[in-house]
T-cell receptor, first 109, second 114 residues
Framework: KQEVTQIPAALSVPEGENLVLNCSFT??????LQWFRQDPGKGLTSLLL?????REQTSGRLNASLDKSSGRSTLYIAASQPGDSATYLC????????FGTGTRLTVIP | NAGVTQTPKFQVLKTGQSMTLQCAQD?????MSWYRQDPGMGLRLIHY???????DQGEVPNGYNVSRSTTEDFPLRLLSAAPSQTSVYFC?????????????FGPGTRLTVL
């Protein structure tokens, strides 16, 4: 079974800092890796999807990378803003998709 | 496209009651899944379906039944609700025939079992 881990569980940074969120997985036989954002009490918003053949994807201030051989993905957020405060989840797998437990990000004004 | 829709948004049940959480998608996706989200546990897969008439168990299937009579609908049934089933339930769909195989989520159903 695929095991997905996200470290740290919580992160607090001052506004304007660049930051990196980590996601690791145990089985490299994946279709893709998807990063989501979840605000408290809300649903999941898809941020970026990296296909297994890709190394990275970018959207605005967000950049996600994927290294299948080492079982790792990172989500880089540039120039963080208070509005970035949320829980960030990664999901990956093959026939079944599994989630990490998330990183709760707080950006302090 | 409405995407993935779920009803109801909120539900309170008493122990032992039964109910069905509804999920529908209008994207002609083959794969549909049900997840539950609990504090500190992330999202865990309950049941999934790879097409109409085909369902299988995920990580935490006990206490839940599913069926997939059409491509569009994937209801989740609680036959005898227990307090341990208090959670937020998310339905998702994707199409592995598409290169991205991106997963789309519904808005969730918040269930409380007293």
């Amino acid at each position: 079974k695929q095991e997905v881990t996200q470290i740290p569980a919580a992160l607090s940074v001052p506004e304007g800092e660049n930051l990196v969120l980590n996601c690791s997985f145990t089985d490299s036989a994946i279709y893709n890796l998807q990063w989501f954002r979840q605000d408290p009490g809300k649903g999941l918003t898809s941020l970026l999807l990296i296909q297994s053949s890709q190394r990275e994807q970018t959207s605005g201030r967000l950049n996600a990378s994927l290294d299948k051989s080492s079982g790792r993905s990172t989500l880089y957020i540039a120039a963080s803003q208070p509005g970035d405060s949320a829980t960030y989840l990664c999901q990956t797998g093959a026939n079944n998709l599994f989630f990490g437990t998330g990183t709760r990000l707080t950006v302090i004004p | 496209n409405a995407g993935v829709t779920q009803t109801p948004k909120f539900q309170v049940l008493k122990t032992g009651q039964s109910m069905t959480l509804q999920c529908a998608q209008d994207m002609n996706h083959e794969y549909m899944s049900w997840y539950r989200q609990d504090p500190g546990m992330g999202l865990r897969l309950i049941h999934y379906s790879v097409g109409a008439g085909i369902t299988d168990q995920g990580e935490v299937p006990n206490g839940y039944n599913v069926s997939r009579s059409t491509t569009e609908d994937f209801p989740l049934r609680l036959l005898s609700a227990a307090p341990s089933q208090t959670s937020v339930y998310f339905c998702a769909s994707r199409d592995p025939r598409q290169t991205s195989n991106e997963q789309f989520f519904g808005p969730g159903t918040r269930l409380t079992v007293l």
